[in-house]
């Protein structure tokens, strides 16, 4: 799979560091929502599901989790445990969240509003769909 963690910028200040994210800068869509992750229970998954359209952009904000993705033909996992780290979901991606620390904090800047037609929760569904567009 074609992904890798992005390096977001840091201003390193004795007074505490400042990392930031622009529209079609370092996020490569317009930003139309943002939402957030937080007091999961240790053990538990988020996610487990791929987006039609959507794509996002996420930040380990706090703490630490792990992204499993799947594009239909191969998995990849990648570790999230640093602010200024943020990882680019395509769409038409199966994505589960797990092994999150305590207090973690998980940003997430979507290019869509939130539609729920745009979700595939059936992971069959999805592996049909996405033979037709690979
Ligand atoms: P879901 O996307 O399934 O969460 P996750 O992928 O993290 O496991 O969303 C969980 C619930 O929250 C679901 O009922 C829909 C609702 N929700 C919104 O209303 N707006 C949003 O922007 C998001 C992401 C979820």
Redesign the pocket.
Known sequence: MDIHVATLPKILDKRGNLSFAENMNQIPFEIR?T?W?YDVPGGTE????AYLENMEFVIALSGSFDVLLDDGKETEKISLNRSYYGLLIPKMTWRT?VNFSTNSLALVL?STE?D?ND?IRDYNEFLQAAKGII
């Open positions: 929502r939402y992750i988020r996610g487990g599901h969240m979507s939130y729920p979700y």
